[in-house]
């Protein structure tokens, strides 16, 4: 492993300073995610900075929230505060669209990113943003907790089994929750998650003339059941918990399942950082008998924003940062478990990689989400835990917050429904998609 990762080293570094030392030195402001993988990164930057000598990073590591709200800022009014930025799906195609982004011209070899990747971070036939690391949604659950219980998971469950064995795994008194599930207010915090589960509950954010579906029985049915599972099984104040907090109950023994992105499996199974990593087991997301799942498909990217003045620099560390080079120096430092996962072809077909106990699991979670045809019945929309229009995320962001009160009881279910179909139909409306 040593030696090929050195072959690879070398050939990599010679690629990227060959005729484009900088003259001065250039500081790079990076905005990124405070996610395990996103972190993880800043540890081998020496790697890239030894092989470019004029270029220095400057990091800014922000909560998911925060990112995207600064990120969002910057890029409106291209104020160049950042130069290179972590954002996903949603955001590429439509800022890239729009000439927001840079194309990406630095790449190491862009054929072998999934096709998953490439369609959600492209527009206009070009690739805006080069993914870091891709992912579903997919259940993380404890085997002894499920043997203990006495029921059994299965490998494709339904929602229904899911909060029975919920329910059967939840110990007050010892500090176990059968059930972890995002609540913290977000388009793409809580609502992610549950608008993954609304799909398979038969529900939409729109309708084919774009009007807001929240009056209907679907969208109670999935609110409904999301709250009173969470009230049987849930930790104490979950309306505050996203992707972080969850994680660290899920690392600490509090959670029986847990449901979110795959790329959490590997700090779940990490026995560095996770008291229970030989006890867990994963699952698809669970269905309803309505022909889809509750998984989501998001990639995290880097992009470079049409504001930078360090635009060269830029798109040299984006190439470093998604290249199959990158993705052997973290298995020759960390193991095959810890690369970043969901974003090349090569990975999974390499042997070592196949060994990952999850590793199938999240290339099968993001093959069965199908941003085109995300809902039971048609949409004019694309995005399997979005809409991908740029009225989304001010609107998904309100309802998150009426469905995270719902949660902590602060309104009732039937209040948060009618406030977000009121407040989505006006958004709506002055947008002009409703005539």
């Given at each position: 492993?040593?030696?090929i990762?050195?072959?690879?080293?070398?050939?990599?570094?010679?690629?990227?300073?060959?005729?484009?030392a900088?003259?001065?030195d250039?500081?790079?402001?990076?905005?990124?995610?405070?996610?395990?993988d996103?972190?993880?990164?800043?540890?081998?930057?020496?790697?890239?900075?030894t092989?470019?000598?004029?270029?220095?990073?400057?990091?800014?590591?922000?909560?998911?929230n925060?990112?995207?709200?600064?990120?969002t800022?910057?890029?409106a009014?291209?104020g160049?505060?950042?130069?290179?930025?972590?954002?996903?799906m949603?955001?590429?195609?439509i800022?890239?669209?729009s000439?927001?982004?840079?194309?990406l011209?630095?790449?190491?070899?862009?054929?072998?990113?999934?096709?998953a990747?490439?369609?959600?971070?492209?527009?206009?036939?070009k690739?805006?943003?080069?993914?870091?690391?891709?992912?579903?949604?997919?259940?993380?659950?404890?085997?002894d907790?499920?043997?203990?219980?006495?029921?059994?998971?299965?490998?494709?469950?339904?929602?229904?089994d899911?909060?029975?064995?919920?329910k059967?795994?939840?110990d007050r008194?010892?500090?176990?929750?059968?059930?972890?599930?995002?609540?913290?207010?977000?388009?793409?915090?809580?609502?992610?998650?549950?608008?993954?589960?609304?799909?398979?509950?038969?529900?939409?954010?729109?309708?084919?003339?774009?009007?807001?579906?929240?009056?209907?029985?679907?969208w109670k049915?999935t609110l409904?059941?999301?709250?009173?599972?969470?009230?049987?099984s849930?930790?104490?104040?979950?309306?505050?918990?996203?992707?972080?907090?969850?994680?660290?109950?899920?690392q600490?023994?509090k959670?029986g399942?847990w449901?979110?992105?795959t790329?959490?499996?590997?700090?779940?199974?990490?026995p560095?950082?996770s008291?229970?990593?030989?006890?867990?087991a994963?699952?698809?997301?669970p269905?309803?008998g309505?022909?889809?799942?509750?998984?989501?498909?998001w990639?995290?990217?880097?992009?470079v924003?049409?504001?930078?003045?360090?635009?060269?620099?830029?798109?040299?560390?984006?190439?470093?940062?998604?290249?199959k080079?990158?993705t052997?120096?973290?298995?020759?430092k960390?193991?095959?478990a810890n690369?970043?996962p969901g974003?090349?072809a090569?990975l999974?077909?390499?042997p070592?990689?196949?060994?990952v106990?999850?590793?199938?699991?999240?290339?099968?979670?993001?093959?069965?989400?199908?941003p085109?045809h995300?809902?039971v019945k048609?949409?004019?929309?694309?995005?399997?835990?979005?809409a991908?229009?740029p009225?989304?995320?001010?609107?998904?962001?309100?309802?998150?917050?009426?469905?995270?009160q719902?949660?902590?009881?602060?309104?009732?279910?039937?209040d948060a429904?009618k406030?977000?179909?009121?407040?989505s139909?006006a958004?709506?409306?002055k947008?002009g998609?409703?005539k």
């Amino acid at each position: 492993m040593k030696k090929i990762v050195t072959g690879v080293v070398g050939a990599f570094a010679l690629a990227m300073m060959a005729g484009t030392a900088l003259a001065d030195d250039t500081t790079l402001t990076i905005a990124t995610v405070n996610n395990g993988d996103m972190t993880r990164m800043q540890k081998y930057t020496d790697d890239f900075t030894t092989a470019n000598p004029g270029i220095k990073l400057n990091w800014v590591t922000l909560e998911e929230n925060d990112l995207r709200e600064k990120v969002t800022k910057d890029i409106a009014t291209k104020g160049g505060q950042y130069d290179v930025i972590t954002i996903g799906m949603y955001e590429a195609p439509i800022w890239g669209g729009s000439g927001k982004l840079l194309e990406l011209n630095a790449l190491d070899d862009p054929k072998d990113f999934l096709a998953a990747d490439v369609n959600g971070l492209s527009a206009k036939g070009k690739l805006w943003a080069a993914p870091f690391y891709g992912e579903s949604s997919m259940i993380m659950y404890r085997k002894d907790l499920v043997e203990k219980s006495g029921l059994k998971m299965a490998d494709a469950p339904n929602w229904t089994d899911t909060r029975a064995l919920a329910k059967k795994m939840t110990d007050r008194a010892a500090g176990i929750n059968g059930i972890c599930l995002r609540g913290k207010a977000g388009w793409g915090e809580n609502m992610a998650f549950l608008t993954a589960m609304s799909n398979a509950f038969g529900a939409r954010w729109f309708d084919e003339k774009w009007h807001p579906q929240f009056d209907q029985p679907e969208w109670k049915n999935t609110l409904q059941f999301y709250i009173d599972m969470m009230n049987e099984s849930g930790p104490q104040g979950a309306s505050g918990n996203g992707f972080s907090e969850n994680l660290a109950l899920m690392q600490t023994g509090k959670c029986g399942m847990w449901i979110d992105a795959t790329v959490a499996a590997s700090f779940v199974s990490d026995p560095k950082a996770s008291q229970v990593a030989d006890k867990m087991a994963y699952a698809l997301a669970p269905d309803n008998g309505m022909g889809k799942r509750s998984n989501w498909l998001w990639a995290w990217a880097l992009a470079v924003p049409a504001g930078t003045k360090k635009a060269e620099a830029a798109q040299k560390f984006v190439g470093w940062a998604t290249s199959k080079h990158y993705t052997e120096l973290v298995a020759a430092k960390e193991g095959w478990a810890n690369v970043p996962p969901g974003t090349r072809a090569s990975l999974y077909a390499n042997p070592e990689y196949a060994k990952v106990p999850f590793a199938k699991m999240t290339l099968d979670s993001m093959n069965s989400a199908d941003p085109l045809h995300p809902t039971v019945k048609p949409v004019p929309y694309t995005g399997v835990q979005f809409a991908s229009i740029p009225e989304f995320a001010g609107i998904a962001s309100k309802v998150g917050d009426l469905f995270s009160q719902a949660l902590a009881g602060q309104i009732k279910v039937d209040d948060a429904l009618k406030q977000a179909q009121d407040y989505s139909t006006a958004e709506m409306t002055k947008a002009g998609y409703i005539k």
